[in-house]
């Protein structure tokens, strides 16, 4: 490999970095595809429970409850499925193909398996009412196990993004698919999908016409015996957690304040439903209304957000540990763009490139949109901006050259000493608003201090400890 990576066209959803436009689909996506896998095995369980007459309000529960899954996992699911990729090719269009490169087969299996889903479950939309229990039970079956079995194939794919484990060095699919990662999460996932299908059958409960308070109440008493592999999640939770990569897990233990905060969130709202799910519901038996199964379902979901994002975060600086850093370049290629630059071979004009005053402007937007916008907005989220905005010259040079140093969960940087200088200026010139006129710095030893940081920061991972780090700025 001695190339740069190809260049794709990216788009800006400025004032939101790109990082959470997929993180906002993907949490979405996530917690309505976690509904339809419990949903399924809820409604296998409550089929069992009717089978044979044995308890006709478990089965005018499944009808009602089969509407409310079938309208939102199958509309809203598929919409934010597809959501998901037209968000990533248009943000990380390079980690998708990494993702495709090394999961072909895995992604079509994966495809089949939702096929299979769908047609089980429009099947028992379009004919449940008629069947036979056994056929009832089949049907659900199917559409169960095939959600599930959709959630065992992508969460191969995902895991291995942040466990990639012995693939690193033996780069083989089955090496990749079953990682460190993959049972703790797989697992994990279940639980929580069950507990997601038991709160939402706990407001289908009290929205349905028809159930007397009593029916209602042991409607929920049964639906609530889902919730009770929750147990195992803390455990679970762990597990996971001590698969991770050393410095992940050193990001979500302070060394990232916003991933320790949505850490925190996470297992906070976890607490706080597990509690009343297990205590108030399993054990003592209470009944609870709408209002309140909303507000615990919405608890699950910011649980889900925080988790997702706390997931996602945790592998930085890389998309895929270890080989792919965020900003879609390859440690190998970091080397060749040091020497080579990177932004000033990118063929795509930036938006409003006639209104920069200068070439040496126009490099320094192209090398932030490619090396820094997944992560940085100019004046929002994570807004570049706001955290140069103190800096002198020096100082910005310095720590942009040591990027990977200056915070670890950052890439190095990926490019010359003129692409950096660029970058400061770029920096600089849209701090001061953005003037009509702007000289191009041609400073030879600026560029050569630049150039022993660059040669100094090295072109691998930053593991600088922190005191050292506030020592050197
Ligand atoms: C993988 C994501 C990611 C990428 C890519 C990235 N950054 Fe960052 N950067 C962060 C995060 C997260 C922070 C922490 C922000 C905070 O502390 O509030 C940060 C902080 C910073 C800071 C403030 C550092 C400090 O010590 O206060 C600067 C400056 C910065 N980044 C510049 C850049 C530049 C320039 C690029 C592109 C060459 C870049 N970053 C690429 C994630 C990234």
Redesign the pocket.
């Known amino acids: 490999m001695d190339r740069l990576p190809a260049f794709y066209p990216l788009n800006d959803f400025d004032p939101l970095m790109k990082?959470m436009v997929i993180g906002g689909m993907g949490i979405v996506h996530v917690f309505l595809a976690q509904f339809a896998i419990g949903g399924g095995m809820l409604l296998c369980y409550f089929q069992r429970l009717a089978s044979g007459g044995g308890d006709p309000l478990a089965r005018r529960f499944i009808d009602g409850y089969f509407k409310a899954l079938v309208l939102v996992s199958f509309v809203l699911g598929a919409l934010t499925g597809v959501g998901m990729w037209l968000t990533a090719i248009q943000v990380s269009p390079r980690t998708i193909g990494v993702m495709v490169d090394e999961f072909h087969w895995v992604w079509a299996t994966e495809w089949t398996f939702f096929c299979l889903e769908v047609v089980a479950g429009y099947a028992f939309y379009r004919c449940g009412a008629r069947l036979s229990d056994r056929r009832r039970m089949a049907l659900l079956a199917m559409y169960s196990v095939a959600a599930w079995f959709s959630l065992f194939w992508i969460n191969g794919i995902l895991s291995w993004q942040l466990t990639p484990g012995a693939w690193v060095a033996e780069r083989t699919v089955w090496s990749g698919f079953f990682n460190p990662g993959f049972w703790p999460s797989l697992l994990y996932r279940t639980a929580s999908s069950m507990t997601i299908a038991a709160l939402i059958a706990c407001i289908v409960i009290n929205a349905m016409p028809g159930f007397s308070s009593d029916e209602r109440r042991a409607l929920i008493r049964r639906a609530s015996n889902l919730m009770l592999p929750m147990l195992f999640m803390p455990a679970l939770a762990v597990w996971y957690f001590l698969t991770m990569p050393a410095d992940s897990r050193s990001w979500m233990l302070g060394g990232?304040?916003?991933m320790s905060l949505f850490l925190a969130g996470a297992a906070g709202s976890s607490m706080l439903l597990g509690g009343y799910a297990l205590v108030g519901l399993v054990r003592q038996k209470l009944y609870i209304n709408g209002a309140t199964a909303t507000t615990l379902t919405a608890l699950a979901l910011a649980a889900t957000a925080c988790g997702e994002f706390v997931r996602e975060g945790s592998r930085?600086?890389y998309t895929v540990r270890e080989s792919l850093?965020?900003?879609s370049i390859t440690p190998e290629e970091v080397k060749i763009a040091r020497v080579a630059g990177w932004a000033r071979h990118d063929p795509y004009p930036l938006p409003d490139e006639s209104e920069y005053p200068n070439p040496q402007l126009v490099l320094g937007g192209k090398?932030?949109r490619l090396?820094?916008s997944?992560?940085?907005t100019l004046d929002g989220a994570?807004g570049?901006t706001h955290?140069?905005g103190t800096w002198s010259l020096e100082q910005r040079r310095m720590?942009?050259a040591m990027?990977q140093h200056?915070?670890p969960?950052?890439?190095p940087?990926a490019g010359d000493a003129e692409e950096l200088e660029a970058?400061v200026q770029f920096?600089g010139w849209h701090g001061a608003g953005r003037p009509r006129n702007w000289t191009m710095s041609n400073d030879a030893a600026a560029l050569s201090s630049i150039r022993a940081w660059l040669d100094e920061a090295g072109t691998g991972p930053g593991t600088v400890p922190a005191a050292e780090r506030q020592g050197r700025r």
């Open positions: 990082g990232s304040p916003a930085k600086p850093y965020a900003n090398g932030f090396q820094c997944v992560c940085h994570n570049l955290l140069v720590n942009l990027l200056t915070k969960f950052m890439p940087f970058l920096l």
